[in-house]
């Protein structure tokens, strides 16, 4: 299907679309009322005006509280000087921002070719997306993360590194998912950025426990450790490793840590392989898969870290896989399993998303030809004209890499900075909360009606 070719006919098939999405999320109950940010601003706003510690505070009528490390309060201090419903208008200005950047830095230096049509196109199919569905409902930070951790990976791929590890450090603090992406930093010898990210972390950390040393000790000695104060293990929207044991009904914590051990090898295996092909997206692409999965809870809105693994898909000439992919985590399939994820069905049907974010974890392309590349390189070679007989053919012997061409160019943005700023530099190629659109009606909790915490 060919898309219109007049502005007006690409003005009715957005509208349309929009029509249809604004419909989906209509009829699919998916709101849950801003359940998260409601939380963040009860917390502090007992903790500063009210004189209350950080980890008492509860939704009422709900036993959840504030789950993050005590630094994540202090970035949201603002919150105690904002009403509940100014709070949500923020919070959503905020997430369309960083989902924004998120889109540009993904979307490589070529951004601009895909016009007002393509981005129109694009935004109605993430609106679909259930992991961003559930980050804005619920009022979550992950998209935030995502935005400074990708930011620290643009910075890896075109060689200005001097600030790198900052963004990966604040995020770490906030929330302690994103400290993998320090792991990857250390696995491919990054040592400058590994310092940054870890001495960002340390200090954000020292300045929370310097404003309340109450609650830093607190929360590193008992909160931590307490996974009941986020919710079950075997809820259906934990799609990490840990959720999958649990939901057979396996708790032990040494088969746990097997499997993490053999998924975070992988990862490693893999993540050197990427970098050393100068690949630093696909890198932190795979970092956010292991973190999901290693991670004890992984709810589904979560998942937006799947987000760079699509993008890498597209880049390496794997839409319709991609895209078929990205389908099922539209469809909140897993919710059919809500109340009853035993036998071979259940097994396979509530673990679903897990099983997504393994796969890519063990298929994502890295250190690949990329055939779309090749073929318009090639393309390129077969139509230039022959040098005239008069004109003889000059053999560049400069250093220097050869001028890409406007079209190469295009097609080669798929790898964004990275593979250019490798090549550059110089570097040897071979070197480097519940479910948004759960078909169940929202319970009185939005994440569970007994279960859970969103975190």
């Known amino acids: 299907m060919r898309p219109p070719r007049t502005e007006r006919g690409r003005l009715l098939l957005v509208l349309v679309l929009a029509a249809a999405v604004t419909a989906f999320t209509a009829t699919v109950p998916l709101l849950r009322d801003f359940f998260d940010l409601r939380v963040y601003q009860g917390a502090v706003d007992t903790w500063v005006h009210h004189g209350g510690g950080l980890y008492d505070y509860r939704v009422p009528g709900t036993p959840y509280g504030f789950t ?144 309340d040393p109450r609650a830093s000790r607190f929360y590193w000695t008992e909160a931590l450790w307490d996974t009941t104060r986020v919710g079950r293990l075997d809820y259906v929207s934990n799609q990490s490793v840990q959720g999958v044991l649990a939901r057979l009904g396996e708790s032990g914590r040494p088969l746990w840590a097997a499997a993490v051990l053999l998924v975070l090898c992988v990862w490693a295996w893999r993540a050197r392989r990427a970098v050393a092909a100068g690949e630093w997206t696909a890198a932190f692409a795979l970092t956010g898969l292991v973190a999901c999965l290693v991670s004890p809870i992984t709810w589904v809105h979560h998942l937006v870290w799947l987000l760079p693994s699509f993008a890498v898909l597209v880049r390496t000439g794997h839409p319709r896989i991609a895209g078929a992919l990205y389908a099922v985590l539209c469809t909140s399939v897993v919710w059919l399993w809500f109340e009853d994820a035993s036998g071979v069905d259940g097994f396979l049907g509530s673990n679903l998303y897990t099983w997504i974010t393994l796969g890519l974890l063990l298929g994502l392309p890295v250190g690949q030809s990329r055939p779309a590349r090749w073929f318009l390189a090639r393309s390129a070679r077969a139509t230039a004209p022959a040098p005239s007989p008069a004109t003889p053919t000059m053999t560049p012997v400069s250093d220097q890499p050869e001028p890409v061409s406007g079209t190469e160019a295009a097609t080669a943005a798929g790898d964004g900075a990275a593979d250019g700023a490798a090549a550059g530099r110089g570097l040897s190629r071979s070197a480097s909360s519940e479910p948004t659109g759960s078909t169940r009606p929202a319970a009185a909790k939005p994440q569970s009606s007994s279960a859970r915490a969103s975190s």
């Open 68 to 211: 993050y490390p005590p630094f994540a309060a202090l970035a949201m201090l603002p919150m105690a000087l904002l009403g509940l419903h100014t709070a949500i208008v923020v919070c959503l200005l905020l997430n369309l921002g960083a989902l924004a950047v998120v889109l540009r830095l993904l979307a490589g230096p070529d951004w601009r070719r895909h016009g007002w049509f393509g981005w129109s196109l694009l935004a109605c199919l993430l609106a679909l997306f259930e992991p961003l569905r559930d980050t804005f409902s619920f009022g979550q930070v992950n998209l935030l993360l995502l935005a400074l951790v990708l930011g620290d990976a643009r910075l890896l791929a075109t060689g200005r590194d001097r600030w790198a590890g900052v963004g990966i450090g604040l995020a770490a603090a906030v929330k302690l998912t994103p400290a993998v992406f320090i792991g990857l930093l250390l696995l491919t010898r990054r040592w400058r950025a590994a310092a940054t990210a870890t001495a960002v972390a340390l200090a954000a950390t020292a300045l929370a426990a310097w404003a």
